[in-house]
């Protein structure tokens, strides 16, 4: 599920408030650049869980058996399939 430009926007900026919040950054740029590079950064993890998604899903519809998407059989087999894409791609 794709996150819109403006929800990205709100969490950068929920991210950066909380962060200087709680002392967690020292801010060296203006908070116009640390959003920037949050939302570079969420869109990232956003197209790279795609991306897995996309991989798994292909997996899943190439068993011989067809899988019902939902079943638990499906879940267990999503579930793990992602995990094992993910460490390959380092996440």
């Known amino acids: 599920m794709m996150l819109s430009d ?8 929920i991210l950066l408030s909380a962060l200087k919040e ?6 060296k740029a203006e908070d116009s650049v640390i959003r920037k590079d949050i939302k570079k950064s969420i ?12 991989v798994v899903r292909k997996k899943l519809s190439s068993f011989s058996k067809k899988l019902t998407e939902g079943s638990s059989e499906w879940e ?11 460490s390959k791609k380092g996440r």
């Open 6 to 13: 403006d929800k990205i926007s709100h969490l950068s900026h």
């Open 22 to 27: 709680k002392n967690l950054i020292a801010a």
């Open 43 to 54: 869109a990232a993890e956003i197209k790279a869980g795609e991306e897995i998604d996309a």
């Open 76 to 86: 267990i087999l999503y579930k793990k399939f992602y995990a094992e894409e993910s």
